[in-house]
C-alpha cells in the first residue's frame, strides 16, 4: 500500500469514527431504526401492489359510457405504482434488508384487503379505489412517522412524494364520483 493511499485509509477510517461517536451521529437512523422502517416500507410495498393490482383489474374490466377516460386513469395508475413498487423495494436494499416479492408475501403483509369480486359499475369501483387509496395513503403516514422521527430523510422525502401523488390521485377520483 502506497503511503498516500494509506493515509486516505487513515482518514476515511478515522471520519467513520467519528461519524459513530460524534453528536451528527444523532442524526442517522440507529441499526434499529432502520430495521423498523424497512419493515414499515415493506407493508407500504405490499398495500401499493394490492392497489396496483386492482387498478389493472379496473382498467381491463371497466365498462360504460366513460370508458376510454377510465380505462385509461386506472392503466396509468397501474403504471406508476408499479415504478413505486420497484422504488419503495429499492430502498428497503439500501437500509440494509431484505425485500421478498411473492403473492404470499404481498398478501400476508398487505394492509388493503383486495376485492373478493368485481365491482359492478365504473362508479363502485371509483369507490372502492378512492377507499384503498385512503387506507394506503394511512400506510404512508406511518411509515413517515417513523421516518422522521429516525432523521431518514430519504425515506421521509420519498413517502411525502407518495402522499403527494396518491392524494391527487384521490382528489380526481372524488371528482369523478361528484
Ligand atoms: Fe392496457
New binding site residues.
Given amino acids: 500500500m502506497s503511503k498516500k493511499h494509506a493515509k486516505t485509509l487513515s482518514i476515511k477510517q478515522d471520519a467513520e469514527v467519528s461519524h459513530e461517536s460524534s453528536a451528527v451521529g444523532a442524526l442517522y437512523p440507529s441499526p434499529e431504526q432502520k430495521n423498523a422502517i424497512a419493515e414499515s416500507l415493506r407493508t407500504v410495498l405490499a398495500s401499493t401492489h394490492v392497489v396496483a393490482l386492482q387498478a389493472?383489474s379496473y382498467?381491463?374490466n371497466v365498462v360504460g359510457a366513460r370508458f376510454i377516460p377510465l380505462?385509461d386513469f386506472f392503466?396509468e395508475q397501474y403504471e406508476a405504482l408499479q415504478e413505486v413498487e420497484d422504488e419503495i423495494a429499492e430502498r428497503v436494499r439500501a437500509l440494509g434488508q431484505p425485500c421478498f416479492a411473492s403473492v404470499q408475501e404481498f398478501a400476508r403483509l398487505a394492509t388493503i384487503r383486495e376485492d373478493e369480486q368485481l365491482p359492478k359499475s365504473a362508479n363502485d369501483m371509483l369507490e372502492r379505489y378512492a377507499q384503498n387509496l385512503e387506507h394506503l395513503n394511512d400506510g404512508v403516514r406511518s411509515c413517515l412517522a417513523l421516518a422522521q422521527e429516525a432523521h431518514d430523510e430519504v425515506t421521509a422525502d420519498m413517502m411525502i412524494g407518495r402522499l403527494r401523488e396518491q392524494e391527487k390521485a384521490l382528489w380526481m377520483v372524488r371528482s369523478m364520483l361528484a
Fill in positions: 389493472r382498467h381491463w380505462h392503466g
